[in-house]
């Protein structure tokens, strides 16, 4: 079985326009290399997967894969949002569609929402012109609410929190919308405001 695939090097070159002289001069190989690759008779030495990758404009592990993803995701809607986190750093990555996230090593899913239940229940107090958010939920190193946002139609506030102070923030309104908590265990929570 081919670490990589000669067939979808030829189909990435060609949507790049490219000939083959064209990519092995970028790689600085000759076309006869190329070739080889694209007809399964040979294979990219590892100093090269890089490179070929960057060239073809993907990522390596999908050039491995051998599939590689096509954003025909379109998402002009706020609130479409899509929010993954990473379990390992805590890191948060929202995006208007789909998409293909990794950190730390890890393939993120997209994070399910659920509605707000007893135990992650989201209650907000209008204060003036904002919402004053909290939650009574506890916030140890181990187990606690690592963002909240605010969702409208038009756009988004996110406010991260951190272990060992009050799970709650403040969100100027702006209309109806949805608050979205976080919690690092148990997984997306939202309320509609």
């Not at 949002?81 to 730390?104: M, Q, R, S, V």
């Not at 929402?113 to 209008?126: K, L, P, R, T």
């Amino acid at each position: 079985m081919n670490y990589i695939s000669g067939t979808m090097v030829k189909e990435l070159r060609e949507k790049k326009k490219l000939t083959q002289k064209d990519l092995a001069e970028k790689l600085r190989i000759s076309d006869k290399t190329i070739s080889k690759w694209e007809t399964g008779k040979g294979l990219p030495d590892i100093t090269l997967v890089a490179p070929l990758a960057e060239a073809l404009g993907i990522s390596v592990a999908e050039l491995f894969a051998g599939e590689y993803a096509v954003n025909d995701n379109r998402s002009a809607n706020v609130k479409k949002l899509k929010f993954y986190a990473c379990p390992i750093c805590g890191n948060i990555i929202t995006t208007f569609g789909e998409g293909d996230y990794n950190c730390c090593g890890v393939k993120l899913p997209v994070l399910t929402v659920e509605d707000a239940s007893s135990d992650h229940q989201i209650n907000y107090d209008m204060i003036e012109h904002e919402f004053f958010v909290h939650i009574d939920h506890p916030m140890t190193k181990e187990h606690y609410i690592s963002f909240m946002a605010y969702v409208t139609a038009d756009r988004y506030t996110l406010v991260k929190l951190y272990p060992e102070q009050d799970a709650q923030c403040r969100f100027m309104s702006r209309g109806h919308g949805f608050i979205y908590a976080y919690c690092n265990r148990d997984g997306l929570f939202k309320i509609h405001v």
